[in-house]
């Protein structure tokens, strides 16, 4: 990714965050569900990781934060999702959070972010964004929150961006092709999705800084 040995040269100094995606912060947000349907499934699981540059220049993975839900009265569950993601959410050892309160921890720290980098709100990150998003606006509602640090519509979908960039619009295919690897035994936590999710972000975002600082005469 660097011009030389020293990884500095052909560089400026490095963009902050808030000019470098029009004022917004890339959160990347995975959740895992009782099914497909946000209004009706229940939320099971959200994490959420922020993302930061360093003092080259370089997008990277700033603090993750991973919360099991207690899901909704009245939430559908369907056991095909279970056997997928592999969470039993009536386990009595399962630390499991009210929806509102799993959401009010999460955005607290996504708030914090946000001030920390002068940014004027979240972008969700996800891949297939619009799932994610659905649930987290389904569930907003739901708790009754008031203030969603989050952009109600837009987002950046790393299905789409992989695509692109690699040719591949599976998470584990496209990880593999951005060099990241994939731990098969760990997929399928939000948790870990989203980790994995967030480094697939930063060497997208990475892959193209040549492209954007030509773009902003950086």
């Given at each position: 990714?660097?011009?030389?040995?020293?990884?500095?040269?052909?560089?400026?100094?490095?963009?902050?965050?808030?000019?470098?995606?029009?004022?917004?912060?890339?959160?990347?947000?995975?959740?895992?569900?009782g099914?497909?349907?946000?209004?009706?499934?229940?939320l099971?699981?959200?994490?959420a990781?922020t993302?930061?540059?360093?003092?080259?220049?370089?997008?990277g993975?700033?603090?993750?934060?991973?919360?099991?839900?207690?899901?909704?009265?009245?939430?559908?569950?369907?056991?095909?999702?279970?056997?997928?993601?592999?969470?039993?959410?009536h386990?009595?050892?399962?630390?499991?959070?009210?929806?509102?309160?799993?959401?009010?921890?999460?955005?607290?720290?996504?708030r914090?972010?946000?001030?920390?980098?002068?940014c004027?709100?979240?972008?969700?990150?996800?891949?297939?964004?619009?799932?994610?998003?659905?649930?987290?606006?389904?569930a907003?509602?739901r708790a009754?929150?008031?203030?969603?640090?989050?952009?109600?519509?837009?987002?950046?979908?790393?299905?789409?961006l992989a695509?692109?960039?690699?040719?591949?619009?599976?998470?584990?295919?496209?990880?593999?092709?951005?060099?990241?690897?994939?731990?098969?035994?760990?997929?399928?936590s939000?948790?870990?999705?989203?980790?994995?999710?967030?480094a697939?972000?930063?060497?997208?975002?990475?892959?193209?800084?040549?492209?954007?600082?030509?773009?902003?005469?950086?």
């Open positions: 990714m660097s011009g030389s040995d020293d990884g500095m040269a052909g560089y400026g100094p490095p963009i902050p965050m808030v000019k470098r995606f029009r004022g917004f912060l890339p959160v990347v947000v995975d959740v895992e569900t099914g497909f349907h946000a209004a009706t499934d229940a099971l699981e959200i994490a990781v993302l930061r540059f360093d003092e080259d220049g370089w997008l993975i700033d603090e993750s934060h991973a919360f099991h839900v207690q899901p909704f009265e009245g939430a559908r569950i369907d056991p095909a999702s279970l056997e997928v993601n592999g969470i039993d959410p386990h009595p050892l399962r630390p499991a959070l009210p929806e509102r309160e799993a959401l009010g921890r999460m955005f607290r720290e996504v914090r972010a946000i001030r920390d980098a002068e004027k709100r979240a972008v969700l990150v996800g891949h297939n964004a619009h799932f994610d998003l659905g649930f987290v606006n389904a907003v509602e009754g929150i008031k203030r969603n640090p989050f952009h109600p519509f837009s987002v950046f979908d790393t299905a789409t695509g692109v960039a690699y040719g591949q619009t599976v998470l584990r295919r496209a990880a593999e092709a951005a060099g990241l690897g994939w731990d098969s035994s760990a997929a399928h939000a948790r870990y999705d989203t980790e994995q999710t967030a697939l972000f930063c060497a997208i975002v990475n892959r193209f800084r040549d492209n954007f600082e030509a773009a902003v005469g950086a």
